[in-house]
């Protein structure tokens, strides 16, 4: 049970986090069109909600590597959806996180994989 509870939730972190990296890096160009879209930063505040439950699930028992990894990651992630929730400043620290979140559930995944074989 622990070993498809670990599985899970690090594959909705990769999920979580690569749907969010693209959603930064994509959404930014579909606002030069004129289809009248305004970016909203509690869409990046859901995203970086669902990583952080997701984080604290998985550093209970993954390794210091992937926890520090991790813990930084969101930190940045949420100093940049912060900043630009309450002072309007676009920060490009959201993707260095988004990048860290996504490599550091692989590496939990691939750790946990190696583990259970």
């Known amino acids: ?21 693209v959603h930064c890096l994509i ?3 579909l606002t030069i069109l004129p289809l009248g879209l305004t970016h909203n930063p509690i869409i990046d505040l859901a995203f970086a909600s669902i990583g952080l439950f997701v984080i ?10 992937v ?3 991790l813990i930084v990651s969101m930190g940045l992630i949420w100093i940049s959806i912060l900043t630009e929730i309450f002072l309007e400043i676009h920060l490009d620290l959201i993707y260095f996180g988004g990048i860290g979140m996504v490599i550091g559930h ?6 946990h994989k190696k583990q259970n074989h």
């Not at 049970?1 to 990769?14: N, P, T």
């Not at 604290?56 to 590597?65: D, E, G, H, P, Y």
């Open 1 to 21: 049970m622990k070993k498809s509870a670990s599985s899970f939730y690090d594959i909705l972190g990769i999920s979580s986090a690569a749907i969010c990296l």
């Open 27 to 29: 959404f930014p160009l």
């Open 56 to 65: 604290f699930k998985i550093t209970k028992k993954s390794t210091l590597l």
């Open 67 to 69: 926890s520090s990894i």
């Open 106 to 111: 692989l590496i939990n995944y691939r750790l």
